[in-house]
């Protein structure tokens, strides 16, 4: 009888059957009642009722060791160095024939030239005495970097990089500072009432996160990944704190007085006011072309609309000629115009046709297309008030906090900010901009 199976161990007593009966009978040939079991069977103890199993033979394959194979990438990094990743795979049998294939960690083979400068992370500086990793500062803005860094117009891309590292690094600055700032003018009295606020915003956190700590921590998780629901809170409390002190710094200091107002209305005045516009078609026919003109006023006899006649003598643009803006002093300030077209456009009424009217070579037809005069809003509007109101709000906003941000970094930054940005700067360009 003839077993096969995968299973070397689960069939070691089987094996020294094997061995004990070798010197009674011949194994070069197998027996004729002999019966084919499946491995996984066998393994199981899963056999047909009338077999008795007396010699199990293993094929060769189930016992062959499996193959290694390697393969070795080099890539070239930073300032020409070059690093070899050894890939290995384990590729063995299945007791059902399939081929199996493991993956063991890659290798690194990275040979250091002598006086080569290779990228490593480290402390590119602190700000208040709290340090800032290269890691760490990189980490959230990856994604968008590597993406950048792969546009094939490399000087475009390495721009597009050094921008988003210098806004973020400022961002950066400009958010620790605020805070540090904020945190040293809540008085010692005032902390229990800020730990008191703290915890009560906590609570309301929870409850409208599903109304148990398990539940917030689940939700915050999918909105903020890898955040705790102490990490989420000491934001809030960041961002509470720091848009409180800008409103008493900032904020005060952006009046804006009506002559603001008047001011700024006055700059845009064409655009609160727009000037009226005409368009203006025109068919024209050589006088030569005879029957081309006859056919011209025949259509427009007919009753034919000018678009239509535009389109059967296939002329581009339905026909339009010209759109004229109407300032203050009409038609007769269009210095291009000679007075008698001037005469002839001030009559023009919306699709009436204006022809035959001939010159030295051409019969030509005029119309008014259409005639647009968008409505004048005046700066006593309400809604148009308060909108160039907060515009200049926005603008005064800006300006003050980019001084306050000033006044900040000169007494809380020892540091010299521009050095660190330029290490953040050059690592960025060596980890991804290769």
Do not use: H
């Not at 290269?134 to 721009?159: G, M, V």
């Not at 005045?269 to 025949?298: E, F, H, M």
């Not at 109407?326 to 007769?332: A, L, N, Q, T």
């Not at 001030?346 to 968008?374: H, R, V």
């Amino acid at each position: 009888m003839r077993f096969t199976s995968a299973n070397f161990a689960g069939l070691a007593s089987t094996i020294l059957c094997v061995m004990c009966l070798a010197g009674c009978m011949s194994t070069d040939r197998t027996p004729k009642d002999a019966v084919e079991v499946n491995s996984i069977a066998f393994s199981q103890g899963n056999l047909p009722a009338d077999v008795n199993p007396s010699i199990v033979q293993i094929p060769d394959a189930d016992l062959e060791p499996p193959t290694v194979v390697t393969d070795d990438v080099t890539v070239d990094v930073a300032n020409g160095n070059q690093v070899t990743t050894v890939q290995t795979d384990v590729v063995s049998k299945a007791p059902d024939g399939t081929t199996l294939t493991q993956k063991l960690p890659e290798k690194i083979d990275a040979q250091l030239p002598i006086n080569q400068k290779w990228p490593v992370d480290s402390l590119v500086g602190q700000v208040n005495g709290k340090p800032l990793y290269a890691s760490e500062f990189l980490k959230t803005r990856e994604d968008r970097i590597i993406t950048i860094a792969a546009d094939p117009d490399r000087i475009k891309a390495r721009n597009q990089v050094v921008q988003i590292i210098s806004e973020a690094f400022d961002q950066y600055v400009n958010n620790l500072l605020i805070i540090s700032e904020a945190e040293a003018m809540i008085p010692k009295e005032g902390q229990e009432g800020v730990l008191a606020w703290l915890k009560d915003l906590q609570e309301k956190e929870i409850a409208n996160r599903g109304g148990s700590r398990a539940d917030a921590q689940r939700s915050i998780e999918e909105e903020f990944p890898g955040t705790t629901i102490e990490e989420f809170m000491n934001r809030q409390k960041n961002q509470a704190l720091a848009g409180d002190l800008l409103n008493r710094r900032v904020r005060p200091r952006t009046i804006v007085s009506w002559r603001d107002v008047e001011r700024l209305y006055d700059q845009n005045s064409a655009t609160y006011n727009p000037l009226p516009t005409i368009r203006i078609g025109r068919i024209a026919v050589l006088k030569s072309n005879q029957a081309q003109v006859d056919q011209v006023k025949a259509s427009f006899a007919q009753g034919k609309t000018f678009s239509q006649v535009a389109a059967d003598l296939k002329i581009s643009d339905g026909g339009f000629w010209r759109e004229m803006t109407i300032s203050k002093g009409g038609i007769d300030a269009i210095a291009d115009l000679v007075d008698d077209m001037k005469t002839r456009i001030k009559a023009l009424e919306l699709n009436k046709i204006d022809g035959p009217i001939e010159s030295k070579t051409q019969m030509f037809w005029l119309t008014l297309i259409s005639s647009q005069q968008e409505k004048a809003r005046s700066i006593f509007d309400p809604p148009l008030q308060m909108q160039l109101r907060r515009q200049i709000e926005n603008q005064r906003y800006g300006m003050e906090t980019q001084r306050y941000y000033a006044n900040l970094r000169t007494r809380w930054v020892a540091s010299d900010l521009e050095s660190m940005k330029m290490r953040l700067i050059s690592i960025a360009l060596t980890r991804y901009f290769r």
